[in-house]
Nanobody, 118 residues
């Protein structure tokens, strides 16, 4: 069964940067859409950024201009570069594959926590 494994989360001060990585155990070429979601306690997971196989991207309004999603099909990797982090970006971030423009697919990683301190 294909697996997604996130890494790169951690503790960072507001204004800092982190780069999240998601490594797939199998080829990601099969997935038109891949995305990053995040979740805080008591809330549903929200889509942060998405990328199509053609490289088209979309972002939540709250992260536009600060986050950049990218994918490397050859390396089977998905990335999320997060700059100018804010305390409200604190969440567990999840990699997702196989979803649609607005809905997640069934394949999730285990999540990587990001904590932004003031």
């Amino acid at each position: 069964q294909m697996q997604l494994v996130e890494s790169g989360g951690g503790l960072v001060q507001a204004g800092g940067s982190l780069r999240l990585s998601c490594e797939a155990s199998e080829s990601i070429r099969q997935f038109n859409n891949m995305a990053w979601y995040r979740q805080t306690p008591g809330n549903q997971r929200e889509q942060v950024a998405r990328i199509s196989s053609g490289g088209y991207t979309g972002y939540a309004d709250s992260v536009k201009g600060r986050f950049t999603i990218s994918r490397d099909n050859f390396k089977k990797m998905l990335y999320l570069q997060m700059n100018n982090l804010k305390t409200e970006d604190t969440a567990v971030y999840y990699c997702n594959a196989g979803g649609t423009y607005t809905s997640p697919g069934r394949l999730w990683g285990q999540g990587t926590p990001v904590t932004v301190s003031s």
